[in-house]
T-cell receptor
Framework: DAGVIQSPRHEVTEMGQEVTLRCKPISGHNSLFWYRQTMMRGLELLIYFNNNVPIDDSGMPEDRFSAKMPNASFSTLKIQPSEPRDSAVYFC???????????FGPGTRLTVL | KQEVTQIPAALSVPEGENLVLNCSFTDSAIYNLQWFRQDPGKGLTSLLLIQSSQREQTSGRLNASLDKSSGRSTLYIAASQPGDSATYLCSSTNAGKSTFGDGTTLTVKP
């Protein structure tokens, strides 16, 4: 099993640009999570899906952030427009069901100039 | 709102020593508690998951315990090795939402 796959691994963009992060969960997993990690705030849950349906997006910081899961094998996190304070490492994780063991992807390091 | 605290923030030990990492949480109504390892610049690797009905889990030199009533979990590492050097994070899950501590950065010196 390839594990959780994220792309791109690194993204450098300018303020105001649209950024799209992608995630492929482990096959057979029904739950998917998006996290953000910064030195100041640690690891924060942004949004999670169960069976492709968003369950809780209360962690999404602003309306500039949106996430979709069109099918069981793909999810995107979009930031539009991006700002320098969005610079962070964004992780995707998946699990068989909610409240079971989570497996993390390698992360996308986003730098907004 | 769940709060997860890990103490100490950093720990340095000589190789071969046994050690304990601590994790505390404010809301005891958890589904599970999970311990992860994170190497610099890398993602999180799952180490152990303890369901709310369990008291401990073991994997090799690692043993994790859970005391829901006191809101505490510990990760015991036996016979530490330099390869154990990493940041260790705990996460509690309540109603599907996971809350992470800030981690303990462990350095094992040869």
């Amino acid at each position: 099993d390839a594990g959780v796959i994220q792309s791109p691994r690194h993204e450098v963009t300018e303020m105001g640009q649209e950024v799209t992060l992608r995630c492929k969960p482990i096959s057979g997993h029904n739950s998917l999570f998006w996290y953000r990690q910064t030195m100041m705030r640690g690891l924060e849950l942004l949004i999670y899906f169960n069976n492709n349906v968003p369950i809780d997006d209360s962690g999404m910081p602003e309306d500039r952030f949106s996430a979709k899961m069109p099918n069981a094998s793909f999810s995107t996190l979009k930031i539009q427009p991006s700002e320098p304070r969005d610079s962070a490492v964004y992780f995707c994780a998946s699990s068989f069901y909610l409240a079971t063991e989570q497996f993390f992807g390698p992360g996308t390091r986003l730098t907004v100039l | 709102k769940q709060e997860v605290t890990q103490i100490p923030a950093a720990l340095s030990v000589p190789e071969g020593e046994n050690l304990v990492l601590n994790c505390s949480f404010t809301d005891s109504a958890i589904y599970n508690l999970q311990w992860f390892r994170q190497d610099p610049g890398k993602g999180l690797t799952s180490l152990l998951l303890i369901q709310s009905s369990q008291r401990e889990q073991t994997s090799g030199r690692l043993n994790a315990s859970l005391d829901k009533s006191s809101g505490r979990s510990t990760l015991y590492i036996a016979a530490s090795q330099p390869g154990d050097s990493a940041t260790y994070l705990c996460s509690s899950t309540n109603a599907g939402k996971s809350t992470f501590g800030d981690g303990t950065t462990l350095t094992v010196k040869p």
